[in-house]
């Protein structure tokens, strides 16, 4: 499974953003995707999860009510809705998949796509 992640930016505080992350390979609708997040200078975090069918979802407590995980599986597309932007929420953001039905631990993933960056202005 490739995975392909996309949509960050430069957004001021208050905004949205939506990103993507794209699965190539033929049995990438089976897995639990995860959003994760790391900022310069410090440790990689979960940030939301999704089971393979989209029926149970999952999120860190500091982007819950603001940020929406789904997919799509007819188009291999998971997204991560995320609203009332912080300066905090400022990091790169990659996705990841794995047969974990939705984890919050990164080392439950086993395929993970490039990032793309999110830059939230105060």
């Known amino acids: 499974v490739q995975l392909q992640a996309y949509g960050g930016g430069l957004v001021q505080a208050g905004g949205s953003l939506r990103l993507s992350c794209a699965a190539f390979g033929r049995t990438s609708s089976s897995y639990a995707v995860g959003w994760f997040r790391q900022a310069p200078g410090k440790e990689r975090e979960f940030v939301a999860a999704?089971?393979?069918?989209?029926?149970?979802?999952y999120y860190a407590d500091s982007v819950k009510g603001r940020f929406t995980i789904s997919r799509e599986n007819a188009k291999n597309t998971v997204y991560l809705q995320m609203n009332s932007l912080q300066p905090e929420d400022t990091a790169v953001y990659y996705c990841?998949?794995?047969?974990?039905?939705?984890?919050?631990?990164?080392?439950?993933?086993?395929?993970w796509g490039q990032g793309t960056q999110v830059t939230v202005s105060s």
């Open positions: 990841a998949a794995g047969s974990n039905g939705g984890s919050y631990y990164d080392s439950q993933y086993d395929y």
């Open positions: 999704v089971s393979w069918n989209g029926g149970s979802t």
